[in-house]
């Protein structure tokens, strides 16, 4: 017993060092303190809302010496580039913004795209060690599993605007552009639930078994508040996505869930539940995890990938070409980055006790 709370407590402090290597000090995030709700006062006239502003067209002029392929070949029409998406968000808009990207990289590179949407992450990561997938979009942990296993390579990684909550030491960064996010607990309010230790004899969501924030981060902060999630928990649900997590968490299918910060705010559950800011809230915070981004698979044309991550950035440059690639993942820009980029992190899990590799099965 005494070696295993050693193990948890060695989890822990690793963690804790790990984040405090990131750009601004990180620290270890504590139950939130009840704050009663503030008072708003009564009005007669329904309050008007803001209208949202239409992105204008996306703008995709072709881009001088790209690479010319012959009928048959890679990146021709009847064999084209195939990049695959994980199902992170709500399935139906992926779907759409991803042929929409596929249709403008094809008119700004002269190349052919197309794309599919994996039934899960290790579908996604599977269809690139196959070779039936020569690129893809995948989520933190979906990206090292498919390196581990695979040698894929990053290639380009989001930054978004910083999104936070009350309970974030990272509070401050709020809006800023970040190559980092966090992963959060949630729960109904009303439901007791406020702390980590809380959960035990609970139902949780959580999202995929390769899902960074919504399951494998979340997996070692049960572990290192001393909560074994196959003995601990009642339940544990893989709701497919951060939207289900938490539409499962507001319906009450289950007491609490894991999700990115803050996927309260999806446009998808804004619009089926408007109130869910105010019945679901968070209750605890993860360290920073680098963010998504894409990947190619090992040997692939350097020319054939040059030209796509170039129509890419083209695509991020261009107000309206951003929009089309920001309704799939919420990208505000894309960066280029080293083959290494999520090796640190990878050796952070490994630290923890975590072997990628063996998740892929």
Known sequence: ???????????????????????????????????????????????????????????????????????GEL????????ITFVPSGDVPTIT???????????KITGLYYKIEVGTSYAV????????????????????IL????????????????YSTNDLDPDKALKGTQQMFYKGQ????????????????????????????????????????????????LKAVTYAGSHDNVVIAVYKGDCDAGACYVDARTSSAVQKAYPDVMDQVEPFFVSIRIPNDGLQFIKGFDPALKAATVQGLLSMMADPGGKAVVKRAY????????????????????????VDAASLVK
């Open 330 to 353: 919420s990208y505000d820009n894309l960066v280029e980055v080293p083959i290494d980029f999520y090796d640190e992190f990878r050796e952070l899990l490994k630290t923890a006790g």
């Open 185 to 232: 607990f949630i729960t109904k309010k009303g439901s007791g639930i406020k702390s980590v230790a809380d959960l035990k004899g609970k139902t949780f969501c959580g999202v995929d078994a390769t899902s960074t924030s919504g399951w494998i981060i979340p997996s070692i902060n049960l572990k290192a508040n001393g909560i074994d999630p196959d003995k601990d």
């Open 146 to 161: 498919a390196r581990e296993k695979y040698a894929i390579e990053p290639a380009l990684a989001a930054t978004r605007a």
């Open 124 to 143: 996604s990561i599977e269809a690139m060690g196959a070779g039936k997938a020569h690129a893809g979009f995948l989520a933190t942990f979906a990206a």
């Open 1 to 71: 017993m005494k070696r295993t709370m050693l193990l948890v407590i060695s989890l822990v402090v690793a963690l804790a060092m790990v984040a405090g290597c990131a750009p601004a000090p990180t620290a270890t995030p504590v139950p939130p303190t009840k704050v009663p709700p503030t008072a708003v006062p009564p009005t007669t006239v329904p309050p008007t809302k803001e209208p949202t502003a239409t992105p204008p067209p996306a703008v995709c002029a072709p881009l001088p010496n790209m690479p010319t392929v012959k009928a």
């Open 75 to 82: 990146g021709s029409a009847e064999n084209p580039i195939i």
């Open 96 to 106: 759409k913004a991803g042929n929409e990207t596929a249709e403008c990289l094809h």
